[in-house]
C-alpha cells in the first residue's frame, strides 16, 4: 500500500511529545511490512540545524485567501521512510513548535501545501493517515478539490481541536463558507480542525480502545467532542500504541549502568537502581526501601497532586520517590518544596534528561501514572519493559496496558486503581510497599518484561484497517 501520513511532528527530527514517537515507530514499521510511505511535516528551526543534509523537492507558491506564500519542500529518507518537510519560516522558523496564536493559520498553510504537493507529484497514495488537529483538514481540502482517496484520523489528544474564526475560513482554508454553515466544521461556534477530520474521515483512531469508549461517553469534556465522536462510533477504532524497542531495551540500552533481560533482571535492575540513587544525589544510595520513579509532564491531568497526596505513605515505607519533567507551576513548587523537606526520600530534576530518564525506568520498582485522563501513555510501557512495576489509575490506554494483580494475580504486570476513589491509590502504595518486603515481586517482573507492545505487533492493526477500508 502507498500511504501518506501528515502530523506536526515526527522523531527523530521534532519532537514535543508521544506523537513524535507514534509517528516514527508506526511509519518505519509499516515499511518493514513492504507499505511505502511518505511523512509530510513542517520544517521548524529545530529541524533545520544542518539544512544540507536535506535535498530540496519542489518549491511552489500556495494560495491563501487573497495572498501567495511561498514554500519549499525538502526531503530526507531514514529507514525506508521518505520524509517531506514544509520550509516556511514566516510560519515555522520560530523558536517553539506550538503555542502561538496565529496556530491555526501555521497550519492551515501547511494543510494546503501538502494537499497541493499530492495533486502536483501525484502521490496517488490508497490512504492518507493524518494525526490529531494539525492536519485534520487535509482530507477534506482534497476532497474538495475533487480527489477522494480513502483516509484516517488519529486523534492523539482530543484537548487540542484548532479553533478558526468562521469569518476567516475561506482566507485561511481555501475551503467555501457552506461547510460551517451546514455545520461539518462548526464546533461550539467556531471552525474546528479536529471537527473536520472526525466528520470528514474514513475512519477515526484513537491510541487505545478504552480511550476510545472514553471519548464516546463523555459528552462533556474536551468542550463536548464526544458528542461529535460518538456520530462516528460505527467508524471508530482503539488502537494501542507501540514502543520503539530500538530506543528502549534494557538488554542493549547504552544510557544504564548494567543491561539485563528477564533472565537477569535481579542483579542487573539492583545495580541500576544504586546508579540511580547516585544519580540524583542520595547519601545512602544502597539503603533498604523500593524506589518510586516518574517520568511525566508535572501537570494535574498526569495526577502528580495525586502523587503529592501520597508521599506519606512513601516516606512511611521507608521508599523514595523520583521524578523527572516539568509542568505546572505549582505542582513544581510542590515537589522541590517535597525535596528540601525530605532530602531522603525525594529527588527532582525541573527538565528532561534522556539518560536519567532511562535510568529511572531501569532502577526504580515502581513507576507511577495516576493519570486522571490517559489517551495511552507510553511511559507505564517503557517500564514494564524495564521491569519496573507501574501502579496506574483505570483510565484509557493504562487500563488496556497493564494487567493489575488485583484482578489477576498469576498474569499480572502491575497494579491499577478505580480512577474515581482515590483513596485506592493510598492502599496500593502500602500493598505493593508490603509486596517489596516480602519479595513478593519476582512472577510480576517476568510477566512485565515479557509483553510485547513492538510496533511491529501494532501496525498490523492498522494494515487490517486500511485494507478494509480499500475494500469499501
Not at 323 to 330: F, I
Not at 399 to 428: I, L, P, Q
Not at 436 to 458: C, P, T, V
Request: one cysteine or more; glycine letters at 8%; hydrophobic letters at 40%.
Amino acid at each position: 500500500m502507498k500511504i501518506v501520513f501528515a502530523a506536526g511532528e515526527s522523531s527523530p527530527f521534532v519532537k514535543t511529545g508521544g506523537l513524535a514517537d507514534v509517528i516514527w515507530g508506526l511509519s518505519k514499521s509499516l515499511v518493514k511490512k513492504g507499505n511505502e510511505v511518505s511523512v509530510f511535516l513542517p520544517f521548524y528551526c529545530q529541524t533545520k540545524k544542518v539544512r544540507d543534509m536535506y535535498e530540496w523537492y519542489d518549491s511552489f507558491d500556495v494560495a491563501q485567501g487573497g495572498r501567495m506564500t511561498h514554500v519549499n519542500i525538502l526531503k530526507d529518507e531514514r529507514e525506508g521512510v521518505q520524509f517531506y518537510f514544509v520550509e516556511c519560516d514566516q510560519y515555522f522558523g520560530r523558536y517553539e513548535i506550538y503555542g502561538y496564536d496565529d496556530d491555526a493559520e501555521r497550519f492551515a498553510l501547511f494543510s494546503l501545501a501538502v494537499k497541493k504537493e499530492i495533486i502536483g507529484k501525484k502521490f496517488n497514495p490508497d490512504i492518507v493517515h493524518v494525526h490529531d488537529w494539525h492536519a485534520g483538514l487535509i482530507p477534506l481540502m482534497l476532497a474538495d478539490a475533487g480527489l477522494k482517496f480513502r483516509s484516517v484520523l488519529t486523534i492523539h489528544n482530543p484537548a487540542f481541536q484548532g479553533y478558526i474564526n468562521p469569518m476567516s475560513l475561506g482566507d485561511l482554508t481555501n475551503l467555501p463558507r457552506v461547510y460551517y454553515d451546514n455545520g461539518l466544521l462548526r464546533f461550539n461556534e467556531m471552525v474546528s480542525m479536529l471537527k473536520g477530520g472526525i466528520a470528514t474521515c474514513d475512519a477515526v483512531t484513537t491510541v487505545s480502545r478504552t480511550h476510545a469508549q472514553e471519548l464516546v461517553d463523555d459528552k462533556v469534556s474536551f468542550n463536548g467532542i464526544g458528542n461529535v465522536i460518538a456520530g462516528r462510533q460505527s467508524d471508530l477504532f482503539g488502537v494501542v500504541n507501540g514502543l520503539d524497542y530500538d530506543e528502549f531495551d534494557p538488554s542493549v540500552d547504552t544510557f544504564i549502568d548494567r543491561q539485563f533481560s528477564s533472565d537477569n533482571f535481579k542483579t542487573g535492575k539492583k545495580t541500576n537502581k544504586v546508579a540511580l540513587l547516585n544519580a540524583m544525589g542520595f547519601t545512602h544510595p544502597k539503603s533498604v526501601g523500593p524506589v518510586f520513579g516518574v517520568v511525566t509532564r508535572l501537570t494535574s491531568q498526569k495526577g502528580i497532586d495525586r502523587v503529592l497526596r501520597v508521599l506519606p505513605e512513601i516516606i512511611r515505607n521507608k521508599g523514595k520517590l523520583v521524578v523527572l519533567g516539568q509542568g505546572e507551576w505549582d505542582l513544581e513548587q510542590g515537589l522541590e518544596w517535597a525535596a528540601r523537606t525530605y532530602p531522603e526520600n525525594v529527588k527532582i530534576y525541573i527538565g528532561y534528561n534522556n539518560k536519567l530518564a532511562h535510568l529511572i525506568y531501569a532502577g526504580s520498582d515502581f513507576f507511577l501514572m495516576p493519570s486522571k485522563f490517559e489517551p495511552c501513555g507510553l511511559g507505564q510501557i517503557i517500564a514494564m519493559h524495564y521491569g519496573t512495576l507501574p501502579i496506574v489509575s483505570k483510565v484509557g490506554g493504562l487500563n488496556d496496558t497493564v494487567r493489575s494483580f488485583y484482578d489477576n494475580r498469576e498474569s499480572a504486570t502491575g497494579f491499577s486503581f478505580d480512577n474515581w476513589d482515590e483513596n485506592c491509590f493510598d492502599y496500593s502504595i502500602d500493598f505493593v510497599c508490603e509486596m517489596y518486603r516480602k519479595n513478593e515481586l519476582g512472577h510480576l517482573i517476568e510477566n512485565a518484561m515479557e509483553e510485547d507492545f513492538s510496533w511491529d505487533k501494532q501496525v498490523e492493526k492498522y494494515e487490517e484497517l486500511y485494507a478494509a477500508l480499500l475494500k469499501r
